[in-house]
């Protein structure tokens, strides 16, 4: 059997990408990403989403070989991102008899992003589209993480087209299915993924979940990375476990460090606490690490500690743009502690604990401010962070 075929009448006709450097123009890409695009083949034919422009040649060549002169009657857009809509156009002039299917707010979107004057469908929460022999049922998932983003269900095949939603970065090698490659690779990525791109919306995200746990796929083919079967179970739960917000016990160091002063302290903090017995430790050094590796991390873990040098007046700019970024994700609670060093006039340490009211954590320790270099009462401070932050952590159920 062709890797292509997922099931009878499900064909993969996905493209890898391993140029792009950045998606989003944002996220790093060292291991590339997939546009998962799929037919469905009854005695009509429907395409799920598209892929991004630069690969719309061999998306139409995937599907090429897949059913050969063949039409394809409808293209079912379950989102409207550039990166899976962008070759509609391309489409539509290969195929100009095809219908647009989707709801409102994406037929109005495909109309405002290219003026596209293809025929469409607009369909509703539970309309079914009958491709005679399989069918399709449209189930509304807003905010995961657009605002028109939907999900396609094929109950013949107990599979489900679920847009964005279990995705991850890394492009597919070789194998289309999670048996058919390691799925090891995409654990990670998926938390990267999910904590770059779809973070800010955890509740949507659990809404649909939901739906999706009263479906009860065997099949999940997702717009970015491998088809998932075996590993259902274990995607379903770290999409639950991201989506609300909790992290397992584990502590990030991120920090900013101009001379190597702040990163003295963020050294000896990791040590203190990896002497009161915490074993997951994730350091960042700001200037160096890529915000989404810090990201995927706090989405993991419970505890996040920040440093940073005091830097005209404000906080270092890489770790101004870090807090930034994790209060734009809403998460609703970390056990939060800070450190900061100063030449002459300390500033930083008071905008961390400003940060920490915004998002209305508590810190979990007292905040260690440090004047010009490295100090045994510097180390003792830093002890007694690292000590207050073990005591709050569940060590017991590291592994
Ligand atoms: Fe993969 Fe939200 O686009």
């Not at 590339?32 to 009854?42: D, E, H, Q």
């Not at 847009?163 to 390691?182: C, K, P």
């Not at 639950?240 to 003295?264: C, F, K, L, N, W």
């Not at 320790?365 to 180390?379: H, I, L, P, R, T």
Request: glycine content about 8%; aromatic content about 10%.
């Amino acid at each position: 059997m062709s890797f292509a075929e997922i099931h009878p009448g499900i064909r993969y006709v996905g493209v890898n990408d391993r140029t792009t450097t950045r998606f989003e123009a944002l996220w790093p890409l060292p291991a590339g990403v997939s546009y998962n695009a799929y037919l469905v083949v009854g005695e009509r034919i429907a395409l799920i989403d598209t892929v991004e422009e630069r690969f719309g040649g061999l998306l139409l060549e995937n599907i090429r070989r897949e059913i050969g002169d063949r039409k394809i009657d409808y293209l079912v857009i379950n989102h409207m991102e550039p990166d899976h809509s962008s070759s509609i156009e391309a489409l539509r002039l290969r195929y100009p008899d095809i219908r647009l299917v989707s709801n409102a707010k994406a037929l109005q979107m495909v109309e405002g992003f290219y003026g596209s004057k293809a025929a469409t469908l607009e369909i509703k929460e539970g309309d079914t589209l009958d491709l005679g022999g399989l069918t399709l049922t449209f189930c509304m998932a807003p905010m995961v993480h657009w605002p028109e983003t939907m999900v396609t269900w094929c109950p013949e095949r107990r599979t489900l087209f679920s847009g964005d939603a279990f995705g991850t970065f890394g492009a597919l090698n070789g194998g289309v299915t999670d048996s058919q490659l390691d799925p090891a690779l995409y654990w990670d990525e998926m938390r990267r993924y999910y904590a770059s791109i779809v973070g800010k919306y955890g509740s949507p995200v659990q809404k649909a979940l939901e739906k999706v746990r009263g479906l009860d796929p065997a099949t999940i083919c997702s717009t970015h990375g491998p088809v998932w079967q075996a590993q259902i179970p274990q995607v379903l739960d770290l999409y639950d476990r991201m989506s609300s917000y909790r992290g397992e016990p584990g502590v990030v160091i991120a920090y900013g460090s101009m001379y190597g002063h702040t990163e003295q302290m963020a050294e000896r903090i990791a040590r203190h606490l990896a002497e009161a017995g915490v074993r997951r430790i994730a350091m960042h050094n700001l200037t160096y690490a890529d915000p989404s590796y810090v990201l995927r991390d706090l989405f993991r873990y419970d505890t996040l500690v920040v440093g940073s040098p005091t830097y005209n007046g404000a906080l270092f700019p890489p770790v101004a743009q870090l807090l930034e970024m994790v209060a734009a994700r809403n998460i609703p609670q970390r056990n939060f502690a800070f450190f900061g060093s100063f030449c002459w006039a300390g500033c930083a340490v008071r905008n961390m604990a400003e940060f920490a009211q915004r998002m209305k954590w508590e810190p979990a320790a007292d905040a260690v401010e440090m004047k010009q270099g490295f100090s045994d009462d510097a180390d003792a401070a830093c002890r007694k962070l690292a000590q207050q932050i073990a005591a709050r952590m569940d060590k017991t159920s590291e592994k």
